[in-house]
């Protein structure tokens, strides 16, 4: 009577493939609109002496641990995280880890985000996003606050009635 | 009983009027298929060729009467009269025309019903033993427990896309009904020796074709330390789960490759940094409140020489149906919606109906489902019994077969669900066609029989007395068979009997389980104590010789 759970998982797995091949972004407009460099997580950890004076941002994919960002966090001047795949929802656990336990200070970008996360996006920690698509004549204020009330503590709750 | 206040009432139809719009923006052809199912599925809605089937919660599987009416009227509204009652505390209904989904859900909010996380891969609905706050021996009332995790877990911001779904279930009493160690996560209400309530946590566990017991990463988590234990084995999962093969993507398979020891200690590194967050707290004012608001409705009656009926079908109806309530002067009343050649858990519109009436008058209004598909009056008064059963019999509602070997559990099967293997409902019939001597039932006791039609496991074969696993061999229906599984006392899964048996020698095959059993029984032994005695042998010789 359900729905195959074989086409959920398969669909989940052609996500993750597709989302783990496609080129990173090299490159973000942050929140004064200045284009930032983004580097590999693993580009990061090796060049961090160079890197850290160059003003760069870390892009974070879904993959990457976010742990190995820690004790150089604040020599990075913006972290993207990749929302790209609709289902992998590792990016909410990073921008919690990084905003809420690091403190990390600066900008978090959701990049390649989708309308219907943005409140989940934003009240996990990240700061600004760039949508990865969208459609004619929506309000974006619909997806960022959609809710009077939140049940849960999380990174952020500004706005929300608390009922916890 | 407790209700959602107004501004509970307001989140259920904000998240209503946001599913009517992701909806509309789909038919505009602005909202693709892939993301608009991950969407829906999060609201219960499954898409299928030719009808749509919609999950509704029964969360912690308490109803009032007035929401049962709900559930009927939309059955007679919106379906085809009927909804299915699930083994996990949900109803489901089948026939749903998408352009009405949202008045539907915008009904069922006015009584405080909803879909939310029905399906998809997130926290499901958090199940409750069925039995809460009603048994002798129980260490507290799980329900205000698992309505303070569900809240906290409704949308949550971080763990609404897992790699896989994500079930919760909560027990309080002395037995699991409740079957904790075949979840995803399970929590144990205990005490530890300075009296203090707390939680003993197992994760892991699972049907399906990989059957596993949950591991216990915690024997005792403080009562207000539970949100914070359940983030950091949530987020533990979240990162480190499987998301690359479509087999592995639950818990359990993250349990068992890391080993159950390195996944507790990943969970309790993570915990250590959050444990003391006054925010993750559990609110202790918001709990006495719920305590309150689940407060039992009844106190205790004396009945000085009551002698009840005496009439042949009530007494052999009460020996199964009817079981000691904690609160003198009451009973618990167990109501099957089980008939032959039937899906179990599906009811009419119209029983809907006079089973919130018959509750009205005799059981205070209230109503619980169970993982036997089955509706429970949880405070019926002794004097009553009678007069309820009485009404039962009218209504075809008393088969005197309920809590016998005839109670079986099955999926849809073959017959009605795509993913089937072979049928479960004929062979449930012909089990129950060879079966029908009601002596004989009533000396064989409450034997679990399970059936389901797939490696999905839906009618938790694994976990049953005799389970029946349906599957193809050369194009034609086989079945295997698994013995001696329980959860009740303690979770064992059951083993394999040996090679698959066809469909047309199934039944034959059960029967000579049971003959093995009740030829070896000694006094008032329970099948699974049979089974631990005497061993697989002899049930493998008789069926297999």
Redesign the interface.
Known sequence: MSESNELEALSATLGAKVAESRPLDTSVLNKDNESIKLVSVEQWIENVNELSKLGVGVIVKPSDDVKLLKDTLNDVALIALDFNNFDDGRGYSQAYLLSKRWKYAEEIIGINAHLDQLQFMLRSGVTSYKLLESYEGFDEHDYTNGFSICYQAAANNSGLKEKF | MYQYSP??S??LV??VD?FE??LK?HLDG??DA??F???R?RNGL???LHAH?LRVAIPYGTLNTTQLRALADVADKYDRGFG?FTTRQNI?Y?WIELSEIANLLRELSSVGLHAIQTSG?ATRNITADPLSGLTEGEIADARPYCELIR??????????????KFKIAVNGAKLDETALRVHDLGLRLVRNKEGELGFTVYVGGGLGAAAMVAAETASFVPVEDI?SYLESAM?IY??KGR?????K?RIKFLVRELGAKEYSRLVDEDWK??RD?P??KL?LT?LSELEKDFALPIKPLAFDGFEDKVDFNYSIWKKNNVRAHKISGHSIVNVSLTKLGAAPGDATSEQMRILADLADQYGYSELRTTKRQTIVFPHVRKDQVFDLWQSLEKYGLASPHQGTLAQIVAC?GGD????AKAVSIPIATRVQQRFDDMDKLLDIGDLNINISGCE?S?AHHHVADIGLLGMQKNGEEYYQITVAGETLYKTVIGKKLGPSVSGDNVVDAVEDIVNVYLDNREEEEKFTEVFKRIGIKPFKEKVYE
């Open positions: 501004e509970d307001k989140f904000e998240r946001q719009k992701q923006r602005d909202l892939a993301k199912r991950s969407l599925l499954y898409m299928e089937m299915h489901q089948n891969k809240r906290w877990f409704n949308l949550h911001p971080e763990f609404s896309w897992l790699p896989g949100l987020r979240n990162l998301r690359d093969h479509l087999k993507l940094q959050t967050d925010e993750l609110n918001h849809p009605y669900c795509d993913l999905n839906c």
